[in-house]
T-cell receptor, first 114, second 114 residues
């Protein structure tokens, strides 16, 4: 079955420290992978995507993600966390089901402490 | 604001009533998606349109749910005979449709069924 897993419900990090939010996936074929962020009472905002090419993808607000095909992972990273990065982060993968749909992980809540 | 808009933002209804939500996508986007999101979960795919054609529906979408996109622009999602289990955030997203099909989300409609 095609799926996305975010193994951590919550990640806590101190401001200024690097952060990593983990994501693994299971799809057939080559995946299109995405990260979205959701602030309270808001819709999801697109952060970055992986299509093909360089394994390190750069996105909005200083975030980047590393695609690892052998480990089927797409971890979100940021070198120096800000308190304002505190939010809910979703990993997603586009799957081919005859049509096309996107499957989202359950989300990881990031807390950045000042 | 040229983003995806959804109305109403909040809807409180009594069990058994019908409700209708509207989504206005980004104007040049030909794909439109509906998702349902419950607390602590990622968005769950409900259905999507390519222009006015509804191409895929999730098995989550019972017969009480219907969606339309009559002119390939805005879309409506109707829930008939609402149940308490329908309480959720209903998200709409739109995309250009070309790979990787990056979706842009509206703020959502929060439905509470009493």
């Amino acid at each position: 079955a095609q799926s996305v897993a975010q193994p951590e419900d919550q990640v806590n990090v101190a401001e200024g420290n690097p952060l990593t939010v983990k994501c693994t996936y299971s799809v057939s074929g080559n995946p299109y992978l995405f990260w979205y962020v959701q602030y309270p009472n808001r819709g999801l905002q697109f952060l970055l995507k992986y299509i093909t090419g360089d394994n390190l993808v750069k996105g909005s607000y200083g975030f980047e993600a590393e695609f690892n095909k052998s480990q089927t992972s797409f971890h979100l990273k940021k070198p120096s966390a800000l308190v304002s990065d505190s939010a809910l982060y979703f990993c997603a993968v586009r799957v081919n089901t005859g049509g096309f749909k996107t499957i989202f992980g359950a989300g990881t809540r990031l807390f950045v402490k000042a | 604001d040229t983003g995806v808009s959804q109305n109403p933002r909040h809807k409180i209804t009594k069990r058994g009533q019908n409700v209708t939500f509207r989504c206005d996508p980004i104007s040049e986007h030909n794909r439109l998606y509906w998702y349902r999101q419950t607390l602590g979960q990622g968005p769950e795919f409900l259905t999507y349109f390519q222009n006015e054609a509804q191409l895929e529906k999730s098995r989550l979408l019972s017969d009480r749910f219907s969606a339309e996109r009559p002119k390939g622009s805005f879309s409506t999602l109707e829930i008939q005979r609402t149940e308490q289990g329908d309480s959720a955030m209903y998200l709409c997203a739109s995309s250009l449709g070309d790979p990787p099909d990056t979706q842009y989300f509206g703020p959502g409609t929060r439905l509470t069924v009493l």
